[in-house]
């Protein structure tokens, strides 16, 4: 008999492989589900729960920007620059957004138990993308905020990384080399 | 660090004491505390932000916005429809603003005297101050060449027949790098941060940093000082120390979120309930327009031409100013609403996007009554503010206006953001799908860069919280002086408001202190 968690990471590691099916997000299930495991770093605030989450939906958000990008290190670096950023939001807005993340992942188990998705292997390639234009298009303003909350997470911590600048044409700020004398004159006599 | 800042985490004692105490080191209290200092009295600034400078703005967004903004300039109302960008850091949101300096239009300065009974904040009693803080910040016209975001706006302007004008900055040997968002990496930007804090702790001031106030102390209807928690560079508690700072008057500088937040954990009376009410914001949507050459809208100064075309209307529909918005692509991608492909075709034009945004100006009208400041269970403060059919029907008049302005300066699509809104590749195109756009929290993005309001400044007691003099009504020894005590929102980007206003204050306050 699966857990639910069993559950959840065959069903969201399964829509990776699946709505990545035509890019090299081919990884199987086992070394996915491996690399999210065998992340030494501390994290401080998400879950390995949380994590199979986000790391299932950043190629449904992000598409094309990944290509020529996908490695085990970038992606968890993008999920160690998540924790780091959330360091910095309020308890309360923390609290919404640990409520959005288990929402999301009972959302998903249950989806998959519910039948709504068929096994991964049998997935249709555009599934979980359905799934985020459901959570974009709904009339509940809830899972708008949930769509909105999530797109500002994933593509705020993506495009601030230099790696996928080269793609969009962005050259990364000047080059300034400012020796500290520099700033020697603008500091307060002691 | 200098002997004069004192990181609060680091501070061994348990009480430090002044002649006067600010909250707060954004535009309020920095000028605040400059001219407190030069006036010969003791000064203590305390900043719940950390303390960083030049040295350490590296013009990354990924460091940036979590050191120097709130919530990771992810700062929300609460229902999350509206998005804030503001400062934390010592210099508070100076340190990050984009330089746009005005002074407060006339027309506003003479709405708060016939409809707030504000007759000292006439255009005449407050020019010698605006005067005087241009001067100290070397706000001047910007004469470097707007950048091809900026002039775009221009020329769709000129095309129009619409109103064109250029911003006056606060910035000395600019060197038109375009990364004033994320703090200047040279100085050049003349924020509190560069300008009037120094100059205070020559004077002996002290800045007390990573220290948050939990409340007032407040001792038979006199304002005695605060209590002060100690936190790390997030802002959360690093122990249970407490630090007393005794100070024989307050000066409350925290914001418009902030300073109510502060009398409402401090438990101060407010008999007319008046604290956190008519909080305003400056609602933004904002327009990308796709063009057919490059526009690298991440750099150049963010912002030199501005357009008050639709800024004060005729009937009594909201007024708009149109400004450039800067495009850095961590943002930018935030703002793009699609998601995978979709929003990769569009992201993948970024260098050819320019960036337009219209602040609506809140406040004027029965019908735009602002938010409410509130604590949340942890006594954090959040913003409720309500968006109504006023309101959109502004934002939707901004939308169709920037989109025509964007089509006249030879944009090949645009794209308002909005959840439901494509790229359209006319004006005749975008004009009727924006018409038809439904308007709605969560739908229409909205941000805000412009935190105002919450502790009206007015002549009558039952719908103000301070007085003409900026002191609070209902204590003695305290006064709020920062953008919470404008009665509306400014219909400007409003630092050169809040300096020239406390600069006046201050000077008052001064004088008065001395006498006793």
């Keep these: 008999m699966a857990t639910r ?44 729960d949380d994590r199979l989450v986000l790391f299932a939906l950043m190629p449904a958000f992000l598409g094309k920007a990944l290509d020529n990008l996908d490695s085990k290190e970038f992606r968890i670096n993008l999920l160690q620059q998540l924790d780091q950023a959330i360091d910095f939001i309020s308890q309360s807005s923390y609290d919404e957004l640990r409520q959005l993340l288990d929402l999301l992942a009972n959302q998903l188990g249950r989806a998959y138990v519910a039948g709504v998705w068929s096994s991964w292997s049998r997935a249709k390639p555009n599934e979980l993308a359905d799934f985020l234009n459901d959570w974009r298009t709904s009339f509940i303003t809830l899972l708008r905020s949930g769509y909105l909350g999530l797109h ?12 996928s600048w080269p793609a969009i044409d962005y050259p990364g700020p000047p080059k300034m080399k400012l020796e500290d004398s520099f700033y020697q004159q603008f500091d307060l006599q002691p | 660090m200098d ?10 004692g348990s009480a430090i004491e002044a002649d006067i105490a600010i909250i707060g080191s954004g535009a309020g209290g920095g000028v605040s505390a400059e001219i407190l200092a030069q006036a010969g009295f003791s000064v203590l600034i305390i900043e719940e932000g950390p303390y960083l400078t030049g040295r350490d703005f590296k013009m990354q967004e990924k460091e940036a916005y979590p050191l120097l903004y709130h919530e990771s300039a992810g700062r929300k109302t609460r229902d999350k429809a509206i998005n804030i960008l503001q400062g934390r850091s010592v210099g508070g949101s100076t340190t990050v603003n984009w330089t ?5 239009p006339d027309e506003t300065l003479q709405h708060w005297q016939t409809e707030h009974g504000l007759k000292d904040l006439g255009k005449e009693q407050l020019a010698p101050w605006f005067q005087r803080m241009e001067q100290r910040l070397n706000i001047n016209l910007w004469q470097v060449p707007a950048n091809a975001n900026n002039d775009l706006i221009r020329q769709g302007a000129e095309k ?19 990364y004033c968002g994320m703090g200047c990496p040279l100085n050049a930007k003349q924020s509190m941060l560069v300008t009037t804090i120094p100059a205070a702790k020559k004077l002996g001031a002290k800045v007390l940093y990573q220290a948050r106030v939990d409340k007032l102390i407040i001792d038979n209807e006199q304002v005695k000082g605060c209590l002060v928690t100690p936190v790390g560079i997030n802002s959360k508690a690093v122990s249970d120390k407490k630090i007393k700072i005794r100070a024989k008057h307050t000066i409350l500088s925290a914001g418009a979120i902030g300073s109510p937040a502060v009398l409402l954990r401090s438990q101060a009376p407010d008999p007319y309930q008046r604290i956190g009410k008519r909080t305003f914001l400056h609602p933004v949507v904002v327009s ?12 150049g100064a963010p912002q030199s031409i501005y357009s008050d075309q639709f800024l004060w209307p005729k009937n009594a529909s909201m007024g708009f100013k149109i400004e450039a918005a800067p495009l850095h692509p961590s943002l ?10 979709e929003h990769f075709a569009i992201a993948k034009n970024f260098a050819y996007q320019q960036g337009a945004l219209a602040l609506l100006r809140d406040g004027f009208s029965e019908q735009s009554q602002g938010g409410e400041v509130l604590l949340d269970k942890y006594q954090y403060p959040k913003l409720d503010y309500p968006l109504n059919d006023y309101l959109w029907q502004g934002a939707r008049k901004a939308l169709l206006a920037m989109a025509e302005l964007q089509f006249a300066a030879g944009a090949v699509e645009v794209l308002p953001a909005h959840l439901e809104a494509k790229p359209y590749y006319s004006w005749r195109a975008a004009k009727k799908a924006i018409a038809a756009l439904p308007m709605a929290q969560l739908k229409t993005m909205v941000f805000s860069a412009h935190v105002m309001g919450g502790s009206a400044m007015g002549v009558d007691e039952k719908v103000s919280v301070v007085d003409e003099s900026g002191k609070f009504r209902h204590l003695d020894g305290l006064h709020i002086f920062d953008g ?3 009665p509306t929102s400014i219909g400007a980007n409003p630092q050169l408001s809040i300096y020239g206003l406390v600069a006046k204050l201050a000077t008052d306050l001064a004088a008065d202190l001395k006498a006793i």
């Design chain 1, 5 to 48: 968690r069993q559950i959840l990471k065959g069903t969201l590691l399964g829509g990776l492989v699946v709505v990545s099916g035509v890019s090299i997000w081919q990884w199987n299930l086992e070394e996915s589900q491996t690399v999210v495991e065998q992340d030494k770093y501390p994290y401080q605030y998400l879950t390995e």
């Design chain 1, 152 to 163: 500002q997470l994933i593509f705020g911590a993506f495009y601030a990384q230099a790696k």
């Design chain 2, 3 to 12: 002997k004069n800042s004192i990181n609060a985490t680091e501070f061994f």
């Design chain 2, 100 to 104: 746009t300096s005005f002074r407060t």
């Design chain 2, 160 to 178: 129009l027949g619409w109103s064109a004008k250029v911003i006056s900055r606060n910035v000395k040997n600019c060197a038109n790098l375009g």
């Design chain 2, 288 to 299: 990308a327009g796709q063009m057919p050459q490059k526009v690298n809208g991440f750099a």
């Design chain 2, 332 to 341: 930018v991608s935030t703002v793009l609403t699609q998601f995978g492909n």
């Design chain 2, 484 to 486: 919470s005590i404008f």
